[in-house]
């Protein structure tokens, strides 16, 4: 059975930094490494799901316009490990921050697997 869950999450104040880590079990890393796209989620409160960033298996890579410049997503395929190393935070970045692992990036959306999400704080 596939789990993944989130850590790192957290309150921090404005302009501060946090490294989300998205630790995956019950997938062989090599899939991780070629196979799946990994991604990060977060969700504002009473609004759905919106993605973050995502790393293809080609390396390629997608960031939100609201997080361009400031996050940066990155794997360890062979600890099994998804990042999501954030800057510059700002209240705004203020939500639950979910990883997710699927075959297809352009359907990540659709996820296969989710982990449980972590809670991020940013005060002003």
């Known amino acids: 059975q596939v789990h993944l869950v989130e850590s790192g999450g957290g309150s921090v104040q404005a302009g501060g930094s946090l490294r989300l880590t998205c630790t995956v079990s019950?997938?062989?890393?090599?899939?991780?490494?070629?196979?799946?796209?990994m991604g990060w989620f977060r969700q504002f409160p009473g609004q759905e799901r919106e993605e973050v960033a995502h790393?293809?298996?080609?390396?390629?890579?997608f960031y939100d316009d609201s997080v361009k410049g400031r996050f940066s997503i990155s794997k360890d395929s062979a600890s099994k490990t998804l990042f999501l190393q954030m800057n510059s935070l700002n209240p705004d970045d203020t939500a639950k921050y979910y990883c997710?692992?699927?075959?297809?990036?352009?359907?990540?959306?659709?996820?296969?697997?989710w982990g449980q999400g972590i809670q991020v704080t940013v005060s002003s």
């Open positions: 997710a692992a699927h075959l297809v990036c352009g359907r990540l959306q659709e996820a296969s697997f």
């Open positions: 019950g997938l062989r890393s090599d899939y991780i490494h070629s196979a799946y796209c």
């Open positions: 790393l293809d298996t080609d390396k390629s890579t």
